[in-house]
């Protein structure tokens, strides 16, 4: 049978209280306060089509399907059609370094760089979805509350559509280029003398009271997006499994999607065993982390404080979706100190990838996880880095320049005149 679109439906659905909205509604939450998901009915064919079909597609360069997110519309908005608007975003790669999984301390360690999308983080496989759907809602303007990531990724997308787009951004914690990709898009940017999870609280009470589209991953559709980091990453892996998904965790929009993506995955019969999710949060940032250690009995929330700004997070909008995500995957949560993130974000750094603080917690947290048993030595790890190396460079610059004492992986510039004699020096000091 062939795989096709058009007769597929999809509606949205409280995961609270099983309400269902229509796939155009645009309120960010159903209306007992629940989070929503897109659900979509499943495809009419078998897992080998499936996978025949998206396998097909690798080799087609026009769009949508030249997208790594578009490539899976079946999975990801099968009704969209001309309005699908793509940078392109995704195709994204795996990269292996010894270096790196020796220091995390497995025998292999797969990295999934989400820093090579256009804006130079995950968030754009969630803003084409997001900004498509914004296009068949037509409202008054977009926005989204961000650490910077999101701002950067929104305001782009929102200007390649031509819609009104309005970003809220906590004063004096966003790193300067994330803030100047917001400028330099266009978006209107507000900088709030207040955190993040004020900023998310504003704008989600500005999107029930004044009619703009929220983009935030509360938004169902931003998660259908994200859910091809999973899916592009096993159809690298010629859809065999790992053992473990690794990922950092801060508003939690990933945890859930990734959640999903194999809940989906293994239903659709793309894949025939679910890998485990294992979450890390930084330690001064770790709701969820406390959650997790209590069985979630209790959601917790915390004044968040780590230099991993993506992730501070202190009240993480997605957690009933992420608890789901951990406890369908047997899956779980850990934390790491901003020491082992700094130490994480050398090692993958110096062996030429390079990342930003907060995606540098997801190789921090698997040599956690095998230290404490958890992940052993010869399963197959998979772990995402999320954002780009030019986020937060202050940061980057005070580690290797100016931090005392000198930290373990830090390579101090050195100063010289314009004059080869001292030139020479240096390069005799290397060779010794
Ligand atoms: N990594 C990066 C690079 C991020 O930008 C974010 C979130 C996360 C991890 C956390 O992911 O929320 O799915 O658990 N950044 C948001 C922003 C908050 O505004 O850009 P999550």
Redesign the pocket.
């Given at each position: 049978m062939s795989v096709t679109s058009e007769s597929r439906r999809s509606w949205q659905c409280c995961i609270a209280c099983g309400d269902r909205l229509g796939e155009l509604d645009p309120r960010p939450r159903c209306d007992c306060g629940g989070l929503l998901d897109v659900i979509h009915a499943a495809p009419p064919s078998t897992g080998s089509e499936l996978r025949q079909l998206l396998d097909a597609r690798r080799t087609d360069f026009q769009a949508p399907a030249s997208s790594g997110v578009w490539r899976f519309r079946d999975l990801v908005l099968p009704s969209a059609g001309l309005e699908v608007l793509s940078h392109p975003e995704g195709n994204t790669p795996l990269l292996e370094r010894e270096s790196i999984s020796h220091w995390a301390k497995v025998a292999r360690l797969v990295l999934k760089h989400?820093?090579h999308n256009p804006t130079g983080?995950?968030?754009d496989r969630g803003m084409t979805v997001g900004i498509t759907q914004a296009r068949r809602i037509d409202p008054r303007a977009v926005a989204?509350?961000?650490?910077?990531?999101?701002?950067a990724?929104l305001a782009a997308y929102a200007a390649q559509a031509a819609i009104p787009c309005l970003v809220l951004v906590p004063q004096g914690q966003i790193a300067g280029g994330?803030l100047a990709q917001a400028l330099a898009y266009g978006a209107t940017t507000l900088l709030v003398r207040d955190g993040?999870d004020r900023c998310l609280a504003l704008i989600d009470q500005a999107a029930a009271e004044l009619g703009v589209y929220l983009l935030?991953?509360i938004n169902p559709f931003r998660i259908e997006g994200?859910k091809t980091i999973v899916f592009e990453l096993l159809q690298q892996l010629a859809w065999s499994p790992p053992d473990w998904l690794v990922?950092?965790?801060?508003?939690?929009?990933?945890?859930?999607?990734f959640g999903k993506a194999l809940e989906e995955a293994i239903a659709w019969g793309l894949i025939e065993r679910r890998p485990r999710i294992a979450?890390v949060q930084a330690e001064g940032a770790a709701p969820f982390a406390q959650s997790f250690r209590d069985g979630f009995a209790t959601r917790h929330e915390v004044v968040p404080d780590t230099i991993a700004s993506?992730?501070r997070?202190g009240n993480?909008a997605?957690y009933d979706r992420a608890v789901r995500a951990i406890r369908d995957t047997d899956g779980v949560v850990t934390t790491v100190s901003d020491e082992e993130i700094l130490e994480a974000k050398a090692v993958i750094d110096v062996a030429g990838i390079g990342c930003?603080p907060?995606?540098a917690a997801s190789v921090a947290g698997v040599r956690r996880l095998v230290r404490d048993g958890v992940i052993g030595f010869d399963q197959r790890v998979v772990a995402v880095l999320?954002?780009h190396i030019l986020?937060d460079p202050e940061l980057l610059l005070a580690y290797h320049q100016t931090s005392e004492p000198v930290p373990p992986k830090a390579n101090r510039p050195i100063e010289i005149d314009g004059d080869l004699g001292q030139l020479a020096r240096v390069l005799q000091r290397l060779e010794t």
């Open positions: 989400e820093g983080s995950f968030k989204c509350a961000s650490t910077g990531n999101t701002a990724s994330k993040f935030n991953s994200q990922v950092p965790a801060g508003n939690l929009g990933n945890t859930a999607a979450s993506a992730i997070i993480p997605s930003e907060a995606s999320t954002g986020k």
